[in-house]
């Protein structure tokens, strides 16, 4: 072991990880990157499959992006938004404006995408407070999903491994099905059922309107859960009821937002505009944490007013931070200098394309792919849809056999995950997609499955 890994052992606690698994185990050592690859200490390459956690979109060390942070460090690295303006977060806030859902007019900066989904629910209950809708104060969530990890995120998430234990510290939320189609448990026919699963949601608020604040929903992918993808035509659904019960909708474009679904926001699919829509991870290219809340004039003008009771008693040290912004902006001018949208079309039907091979191996029971989100959910028996025992940890285990094979990819429970950068070529795209295909056959046709005892969180991301 060499002293970074064993000083990392020594002090650090990693997120989502059994850390006596962690200690157990050799780890690896990231020292730096090129492009879409990530390169460890011994100095061999691995490609970035899942982005640097859904967070990188045009590759590492991108000279735009460089050079717009090294600008930016020489005027000022940070400055409040506490009673001053800075330059970034200014013009940041003016381009977004030209790229967000029309309707959108106002954002609000925080830092990641947990905050900026708690930023919406407080904003949301607020609103109606002040509207004199005093009883307005739930809110509706998906099962399985996953808004962050604070109080109020984990209150509107459904994934019970991670939720469970908190569930005193919580506030209740009002769960609707999960429309994934594959999992669906609705009907026996979920392709041709007309979408039971919006049904469930008009009961839902037909009856308890009157007490619900908002909806919030990852629009077209749970990606947390699994990559649930959802119907075409769900979300456009999910926005007319919404406002035929005069419910807010939040959308969480905090996985799928830039680009990740092959159109800037999944809204765009369906050509929605939500009450607010909060954003992170790509944001900033994947370089820095920044996030920011959206909303309606009509949501903005509600808090505007008297000091005591209208304003919104919320901010962090960092909210607007000018290093970050300036990564903002730097994000926004590779979409537009590089056309990065217009190149997804031909990466997305590639992907699709050789995901289609992926139906020959043994225990892939779905394939699920909105853009370049990307899940393969394992079965023991696809006919059934058995699953495999989570102690098999078969994801995890696929995951680690990529990583043989020069790609670091991350699993959700039995659900292999790929997402890469943008930035991938339709070659490079094809060639880690071919690695995927290799570790599944090997690890789950071509090895004895061994238990894996204790470590539930080694199966999860
Ligand atoms: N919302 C969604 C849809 C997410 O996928 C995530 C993180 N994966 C979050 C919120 C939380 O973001 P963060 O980890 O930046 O707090």
């Known amino acids: 072991m060499n002293e970074i890994e064993s000083k990392d052992k020594e002090y650090i606690w990693h997120p989502f990880t059994q ?7 050799p780890q690896m050592v990231i020292e730096a990157a090129e492009g879409i690859k990530l390169i460890d200490d011994q100095g061999n390459a691995y490609y970035d499959g899942v982005s640097s956690l859904w967070v990188n979109l045009h590759g590492h060390r991108h000279p735009t992006m460089d050079q717009a942070i090294i600008d930016q460090l020489g005027k000022v690295a940070h400055t409040t938004m506490l009673g001053l303006i800075n330059v970034p977060a200014t ?19 925080s830092d990641d995408g947990s905050t900026a989904v708690e930023i919406a629910i407080k904003m949301a209950y607020q609103y109606w407070q002040l509207h004199g809708k005093k009883k307005k104060q739930k809110f509706v969530t998906l099962a399985n999903s996953y808004h962050g990890d604070t109080i109020g995120t984990v209150s509107v998430g459904g994934i019970d491994l991670f939720h469970r234990i908190f569930s005193s510290l919580l ?22 059922c007309g979408m039971a699963c919006i049904d469930e949601v008009e009961k839902i608020l037909a009856h308890r309107h009157e007490e619900i604040a908002a909806m919030i929903i990852e629009p077209l992918v749970q990606a947390a859960a699994g990559m649930l993808a959802q119907p075409p035509g769900y979300l456009k659904r999910l926005r007319e009821v919404t406002q035929k019960y005069n419910v807010l909708l939040l959308v969480d474009e905090v996985a799928t937002g830039f680009g990740r679904t092959g159109k800037m926001f999944a809204c765009d ?23 920011a809340t959206f909303m309606t004039d009509e949501i903005y003008k509600a ?9 919104f008693f919320h901010g962090h040290s960092y909210t607007g931070n000018p290093l970050c912004c300036a990564a903002g902006l730097a994000n926004l001018k590779i979409f537009r200098e590089e056309k990065v949208l217009a190149g997804l079309p031909e990466k997305v039907a590639a992907a699709r394309e050789q995901l289609v091979n992926f139906t020959a191996l043994k225990h892939v029971g779905d394939i699920r792919q909105w853009g370049l989100m990307i899940g393969i959910e394992l079965v023991e028996n696809p006919g059934d849809k058995t699953p495999f025992p989570w ?8 995951c680690k ?27 490079e795209i094809k060639h880690m997609l071919s690695l995927i295909y290799l570790s599944i056959k090997e690890v789950t046709e071509e090895q004895k499955l061994q238990y894996v005892s204790k470590d539930v969180s080694a199966v999860m991301i």
């Open 19 to 25: 850390m006596q698994d962690w200690l157990d185990q």
């Open 91 to 109: 013009q940041l806030a003016e381009e977004l404006m030209t790229v967000v859902p029309k309707g959108l007019t106002k954002l609000f900066y």
């Open 171 to 192: 506030f209740e939320s009002i769960q609707a099905p999960s429309p994934c189609c594959y999992h669906c448990r609705l009907v026996s026919d979920p392709q041709n």
């Open 269 to 291: 699919h369906e050509e929605i505009s939500p009450d607010m829509m909060m954003v992170a991870k790509g944001i900033t290219g994947g370089y820095l944490p920044l996030a």
């Open 303 to 311: 808090f505007l007013g008297d000091a005591q009771q209208r304003t």
């Open 391 to 398: 102690e098999l940890a078969v994801g995890a285990k696929v």
């Open 401 to 427: 056999q990529a990583r043989q094979h020069g790609l670091i990819i991350r699993p959700i429970g039995s659900v292999v995950v790929f997402m890469p950068p943008l930035a991938s070529t339709v070659g």
